[in-house]
């Protein structure tokens, strides 16, 4: 264990993808509120998104050789236990350099070799380090699957995700950890800069759409297609399209503006904006979006097996939003029905508070808190 005086040492391991990597940063930043002697380092390999997001947070970053798992039977099983040996021994090394006293796990490439790692080694002299794994999506995937079985404790986002700890039936229920840039976001208070910093005007509903980092075709289509009608609803919008794709817009009216960028860095002053969102939902955007109790019509992906759905369900159940399938997005549904929720101002509050009554606004210092409980225990 680490010496006392130095605080304790935890590894977040969870590359790969910013729905990895945000919650694993978010308890790091957590863990630093709570007791900031505690040393943080993230695990993570060369070719995520973790090679640029962590150094920008100021963490610590080891890599890995990453571990993909085939999902069907092809010539790669065939190298995967000689990747899966060369990445535990390499997150082995971390694990004693840094003297961890505690994993937290997210899923993703670098989570199962961590996991594996944390078990005592072939050397008496080697002690098991004590995991904590936490499932964001709302079908647990094979890393934390496997990680759940030798884990201390086991925390998802929603139920019924599909992994427990030990003699348990569920995982406990905490949320996805989100960034306390967004979980401490006044709408209200930052909207007139917020709207500012976009060029948006003060007065009129704002709609907020982005399909995740590199966009959505659907999203874009869909709602450029009807920007005529929703500049003379006086509807504003605010549109992350996606830094490979472009969108086709009307000259410009004297109606509300449409404001169309590649890509949004301030997602927090984004939501500030927005009186509604259209969305994907992934899991970190449907726990940020809810967090910031932000109304939304999420679009799951139409591939995949169907967690986008699933993310979003607990949302719409409370009144915080609609699922619409990824087809019936069109430019007539946003006349339709996107239109008239967004000039019903009394129906966008009433969204807004079910959405956040949903959230987790307070889940990355809950599970930060589990981490040192399992770290001391």
């Known amino acids: 264990m680490s010496d006392e005086a130095t605080g304790l040492s935890v590894i977040v391991a969870g590359g790969g993808t910013a729905g990895h990597i945000e919650p694993a940063l978010a308890v790091a930043d957590a863990l630093h509120r709570l007791d900031p002697s505690i040393r943080v380092t993230a695990l993570g390999t060369a070719r995520g998104l973790e090679t640029k997001l962590v150094p920008e947070r100021g963490y610590p970053l080891e890599l890995i050789p990453p571990v993909p798992l ?21 997150a082995r090394e971390v694990i004693d350099r840094v003297e961890a006293d505690v994993i937290v796990g997210f899923g993703g490439y670098v989570a199962l070799p961590a996991y594996l790692a944390a078990g005592a080694g072939p050397s008496k002299r080697r002690r098991k380090v004590p995991i904590v ?9 094979i890393a934390n699957k496997i ?4 884990a201390a404790r086991v925390l998802a986002a929603v139920p019924g995700s ?49 399909g995740g980092s590199q966009g959505a075709r659907t999203l874009n289509e869909a709602v450029s297609g009807a920007a005529e009608q929703l500049a003379a609803a006086g509807i504003s919008v605010l549109h992350a399209h996606g830094p490979k794709n472009t969108i086709t817009l009307p ?22 904006a927005a009186d509604a969102a259209i969305c994907r939902s992934g899991a970190m955007t449907v726990a940020e979006v809810s967090a910031v109790g932000l109304p939304a019509i999420y679009v799951p992906l139409p591939h995949g097996n169907g967690e986008q759905e699933l993310n979003a369900k607990p949302i ?11 087809a019936e997005l069109t430019p007539d549904y946003i006349v339709n029905q996107v239109i008239p929720m ?7 509050l009433v969204m807004s508070r079910a959405a956040a009554d949903a959230g987790h606004r307070d889940a990355a210092v809950e599970v930060a808190r589990i981490v040192l409980e399992v770290a001391r225990g």
């Open 70 to 90: 085939p999902r069907k039977p092809t010539m790669d099983l065939a190298k995967l236990a000689p990747r899966v040996r060369a990445s535990v021994k390499a």
């Open 251 to 272: 000259s410009p009216t004297d109606g509300a503006p449409y404001v169309a960028v590649p890509y949004l860095s301030r997602m927090d002053l984004a939501y500030a």
């Open 133 to 141: 794994v936490h499932e964001a999506n709302a079908k647990a995937g």
């Open 162 to 210: 599909g992994i427990h700890a030990r003699g348990m039936s569920d995982a406990e229920v905490i949320g996805i950890p989100v960034r306390s840039s967004i979980t401490g976001l006044d709408r209200d208070a930052f909207r007139g800069g917020a709207r500012a910093h976009f060029g948006l005007p003060g007065d009129t509903p704002v709609l907020l759409v982005f």
């Open 342 to 348: 967004l000039r019903d101002r009394e129906r966008l």
């Open 147 to 150: 990680g759940a079985r030798r």
């Open 316 to 326: 719409v159940a409370q009144g915080g939003g609609r699922i619409v399938p990824d």
